[in-house]
């Protein structure tokens, strides 16, 4: 999951070529490639969002989304807390 420090907004993993889609859950053989793919999908959605339409340069294979449609995270393990702070703008 990937966490926008200025939003909030979570976003679970993207499809890539390297990942498993295994009972409606992306799978990566490793925690970094999963955080990459998560900050991906992060990155599809704001151009997505920015520009009203994918691009070329749409790095997952599942589409991107606007913020009326943000799909539900699975619950992560009891001891997992996603992150909610946000970052404050500098007013100086």
């Known amino acids: 999951v ?3 420090p200025m939003s909030g907004e979570h976003f679970a993993s993207g499809i890539m070529d390297n990942s498993e889609v295994w009972g409606g859950r992306v ?3 490793n925690k970094k490639q999963s955080m990459n793919a998560a900050a991906a999908k992060a990155l599809d959605c704001f151009s997505f969002r920015q ?12 589409e ?4 009326d449609d943000i799909p539900a995270l699975s619950s992560p393990p009891p001891n997992v807390v996603l992150p909610t702070e946000m970052i404050q703008p500098d007013n100086t």
């Not at 991107?64 to 913020?67: A, G, L, N, V």
């Open 27 to 29: 799978w990566y053989k």
């Open 64 to 67: 991107p989304y606007f913020e």
């Open 2 to 4: 990937f966490t926008c």
């Open 51 to 62: 520009n009203g339409t994918g691009s070329s340069l749409q790095r997952c294979d599942d």
